[in-house]
């Protein structure tokens, strides 16, 4: 679950990290009010669940509060990268003299947590790691021990020569930690960290994913989400108990398990086609879980041919089968159906199935080879 800026800024500062004060408002006077409040120049950002809104033009420096509300006014209601922005921060801007990167993310080699730090800082952190991938320093961080003494001395100085400001280093890399690993995060980012010219470090940004498989242990985190901000299929997946992430191709998938549902899509990637979706419907049996299933996917207009790649084990084949027929009837489905199900009941599967328009497929081959032939029309 992503959050937003304004309350990734609020954990950050309860753990201690050096955040300037903000006010987070909806209209253009408010941010008159907030800006007279903290005092100028103050920077207007766009809140919204994308990186790079710098570059979009969704954050602003203004010198007074009239040009605050100005600021404000331009951004509130812009698109960036196709999401709305309803409001923006205003906060107390800092003067810049120099600006670092700082991330913590989970190392899948390690299995462990990882910092990432860079000196080049402000910029898109990936673009650093395939252009100067010397400017990353990453350091895993054994949990039981938690981040020691010589790997925060050895991050400062990697980030600058000065005493003064390696010194307020050691508590950041600590409390960025801390954050990250008491939250649940998948991500906590400061980008950038910046050192005023009086010598003073701040986070003047911040990025926090939480870990949805941890979400239970932070109800009071539930509210942070922003539904309006998600991709409508994924928020009705979850609503339906599916576990879906919307792709950029045109093969739908409906599949039952995480591990059938990756190996299709890797077939469909195999024989040169895209899959529209990952989609597991799970290990039970009920219909309705199909019909949900069915009525995300033709929601994308994308989707050309639909692949239902069924294993019954647990998962009766004639339960999807009756979910499949239903399904087409109740939305009236004009998408080819490429329908392979063996395992339990595929026999009683295949007599539902039999004389209507759906494509029978033996094997899963056959079925991804179908599927993509009716995509290409
Ligand atoms: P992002 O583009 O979505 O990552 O948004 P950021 O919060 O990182 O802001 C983008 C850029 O705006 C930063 O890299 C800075 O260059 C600039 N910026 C943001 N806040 C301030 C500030 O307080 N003072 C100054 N001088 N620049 C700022
Ligand atoms: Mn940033």
């Known amino acids: 679950m992503k959050i937003h800026e ?15 004060p903000s006010r987070l408002v909806t209209k253009a006077a408010e941010a008159k009010g907030a800006a007279e409040e903290l005092g100028c120049p103050v920077v207007v950002k766009a ?9 979009a033009g969704g954050v602003k420096l203004a010198k007074d509060p009239a040009e605050a509300a100005e600021k404000a006014k331009a951004i509130l209601g812009m698109d960036i990268k196709g999401l709305t922005v309803e409001k923006v921060l205003v906060a107390k801007a800092v003067d810049i003299s ?28 990936e673009e650093v790691a395939r252009s100067t991938p010397e400017k990353i320093m990453k350091v895993v ?15 400062a100085a990697f980030l600058t020569g000065e005493k003064e400001v390696a010194k307020q280093l050691g508590p950041v890399f600590r409390s960025l930690y ?6 649940d995060a998948s991500l906590a980012e400061i980008n950038p960290l910046v050192v005023s010219p009086d010598g003073k470090v701040w986070a003047i940004d911040a990025k926090i994913n939480i870990d949805d498989n941890g979400l239970y242990r932070h109800v009071d985190m539930e509210g942070l989400r922003d539904d309006s901000e998600e991709d409508p299929g994924e928020v009705e997946a979850r609503e339906a108990d599916l576990s879906f992430v919307k792709l950029d191709g045109n093969i739908g998938c409906i599949v039952n398990g995480a591990g059938l549902a990756m190996a299709t899509m890797d077939m469909i990637k195999h024989y040169g086609a895209r899959p529209a979706n990952f989609l597991d419907i799970g290990g039970s049996s009920n219909p309705g879980k199909v019909l949900s299933a069915m009525k995300i996917i ?3 207009k994308n989707v050309k041919a639909i692949l239902i790649n069924i294993f019954g084990g647990i998962t009766r084949c004639d339960d999807v089968a009756n979910g499949l027929l239903q399904a087409k009837k109740d939305l009236d489905l004009d998408i080819p159906l490429v329908v392979r199900l063996i395992g339990t009941n595929e026999e009683e599967a ?4 039999e004389g209507t328009e759906l494509v029978p497929a033996a094997t899963m081959d056959e079925g991804v080879k179908k599927a993509i032939a009716i995509a290409n029309g």
């Open 6 to 20: 304004a309350d990734a800024r609020v954990i950050f500062a309860k753990y201690g990290l050096p955040v300037p």
């Open 47 to 55: 809140q919204v669940l994308v990186g790079g809104r710098g570059k």
């Open 98 to 125: 120099s600006e670092f990167y700082v991330g913590m993310l989970f190392d899948r080699v390690s299995r462990k947590p990882l910092m990432m730090i860079s000196p080049a800082g402000g910029i898109d952190i």
């Open 141 to 155: 961080i054994d949990p039981s021990a938690g981040l020691l003494p010589f790997q925060v001395r050895k991050m």
């Open 178 to 183: 801390r954050a990250f690993m008491e939250v």
């Open 298 to 300: 033709v929601r994308d």
């Open 350 to 353: 295949r007599k539902l199935l």
